[in-house]
């Protein structure tokens, strides 16, 4: 059975930190790109980043460059994404799935999707 499951969603402070992981199983993980995406109440599923099945590129959208970090270990089948300076407008679920990752994360039809993690931004 194919699994991707986020954690480490939570409550932070406004220029807080939170280290999100994506664990994978059931399918070949090293051969995937995988991407991370958020949707926040009343808006559309953002692409926030992505990394190659190598590890060797990514991909940030402009609203989090500088800010989050995107990394994989597939030898625990996890990408992590490391969210630093966070804004109350980066509250959203984020969810990961597998994507084609170049300039810009692209969903395919047949990709594997995870359920998601609440990331909320408040003092």
């Known amino acids: 059975e194919v699994q991707l499951q986020a954690y480490g969603g939570g409550l932070v402070q406004p220029g807080g930190s939170l280290r999100l992981s994506c664990v994978a199983s059931?399918?070949?993980?090293?051969?995937?790109?995988i991407g991370w995406f958020r949707q926040a109440p009343g808006k559309e599923r953002e692409g926030v980043s992505c990394i190659t099945a190598s590890g060797g590129s990514f991909y940030y959208a402009s609203s989090v460059k500088g800010r989050f970090t995107i990394s994989r270990d597939n030898a625990k089948n996890t990408v992590y994404l490391q969210m630093n300076s966070l804004k109350p407008e980066d509250a959203a679920v984020y969810y990961c799935?597998?994507?084609?990752?170049?300039?810009?994360?692209?969903?395919?039809?047949?990709?594997?999707w995870g359920q998601g993690t609440l990331v909320t931004v408040s003092s």
């Open positions: 799935a597998t994507v084609e990752c170049g300039f810009g994360l692209r969903q395919r039809a047949n990709d594997y």
């Open positions: 059931g399918f070949a993980f090293d051969d995937y790109d």
